[in-house]
Nanobody, 120 residues
């Protein structure tokens, strides 16, 4: 069973920085896109940023220029560096990865979520 383990997050002041990390421990057969989603209070879950095995990225307009997603294919990890944080970035952040645990179908896996709170 693949589990995504998230770390980072916490409390930051507006204008500050935080970094989130996510790892899929153990061996997997293949990993496609890795991404970060967030869900603010009373809001729907939304895509923050995604990164593909070739390094191409896709990010939301609201975070462009402030957040940077990266990945280490050898370590099955993805990180989200968040700078110039705003109060509206306050949310639960979730890691998602498309993984084939063994030869066969690629499945969606989600982390447990990590809370980011940005204060004035």
């Amino acid at each position: 069973q693949v589990q995504l383990l998230e770390s980072g997050g916490g409390l930051a002041q507006e204008g500050g920085s935080l970094e989130l990390s996510c790892v899929a421990p153990g061996r997997v057969y293949a990993m496609n896109a890795m991404s970060w989603y967030r869900q603010g209070p009373g809001q729907q879950r939304e895509l923050v940023a995604a990164i593909y095995p070739n390094g191409c990225t896709n990010d939301a307009n609201s975070v462009r220029g402030r957040f940077t997603i990266s990945r280490d294919n050898a370590r099955n990890t993805t990180s989200l560096q968040m700078r110039a944080l705003k109060t509206e970035d306050t949310a639960d952040y979730y890691c998602r990865a498309e993984i084939a645990p063994r030869m066969g179908d690629i499945l969606d896996y989600w982390g447990q979520g990590t809370k980011v709170t940005v204060s004035l």
